[in-house]
């Protein structure tokens, strides 16, 4: 696990989303995925790959259509998941499919529910969440204005300088996580010891999942400068302590 924290933290600035694909995953990237989908599933949240163009409308008028390929992961939740800790887990697989070469976008919409609850079982107590589709790029990374820190933070740029490297490279690579129309919809919080992210909108219903999605990216972030620790989450905050 700590191999792969270093090399997502490597290509989180790398990560773009993909609406236009080249083609579908080879098989053995296929397999290789499901078994990284498996490993990754926990915590009431499992990913699951499948194959059908149908879950992506064809018509040119669908605003963000997906061309190109029939796979996608979507992501399961039992009902009283926490969101934060879906967009933690599937930004991990989101992760690991760029390390593979792979496109990738996260998709609350733009894509047909109905089909995918047809071919994805789900228990009573589960819901989906999002899906991604999977493929071979076909388009040019795009990069996204992000808030500078200073407004992200509320410190002034010399205050920022003098964080310690670890909480300077945890929010900087928080920063830049995707989150729903790119609105950013959190605040970080920075403690002596301590990095809060605090959810600030509900972004169309997927606030609190952007920001399980800047967590992973902290902990990314505080791990490259050797730090590890866990999260405590409260209601609208999750805070982000270093181990003793």
Not at 5 to 32: C, H, N, T
Not at 143 to 153: A, Y
């Amino acid at each position: 696990m700590e191999h792969s924290m270093e090399r997502w933290y490597m290509l989180a600035g790398q990560r773009f989303s993909v609406r236009k694909f080249a083609g579908q995953p080879q098989k053995d990237a296929i397999a290789e995925l499901k078994a990284v989908a498996r490993r990754l599933s926990c915590n009431g949240v499992r990913i699951v790959l499948k194959r059908n163009a149908e879950v992506f409308p064809h018509s040119a008028l669908w605003y963000g259509r997906i061309s190109g390929t029939p796979v996608y992961a979507a992501f399961i939740a039992k009902k009283d998941t926490d969101s934060r800790i879906i967009g933690y887990i599937g930004e991990a697989f989101i992760l690991e499919c760029t390390a593979m070469g792979l496109g990738t976008c996260w998709l609350g919409a733009s894509y047909k529910k109905s089909v995918v609850t047809e071919t994805v079982r789900l228990d009573e107590d589960e819901y989906i969440s999002c899906i991604t589709p999977i493929g071979i790029p076909d388009e040019a990374p795009s990069k996204r204005q992000r808030k500078p820190l200073s407004k992200l933070t509320g410190l002034y740029d010399d205050e920022l300088v003098e964080l310690p490297d670890w909480q300077k490279a945890a929010i900087s690579c928080a920063r830049i996580a995707p989150s729903a129309l790119n609105s950013q919809p959190w605040k970080f919080i920075l403690a002596k010891d301590s990095v809060t992210v605090k959810c600030i909108s509900p972004n169309f219903g997927y606030g609190m999942l952007d920001c399980g999605i800047a967590m992973l990216h902290i902990e990314l972030g505080a791990s490259h400068c050797g730090v590890t620790g866990d999260w405590t989450l409260e209601h609208a905050c999750a805070t982000f302590r270093p181990f003793d």
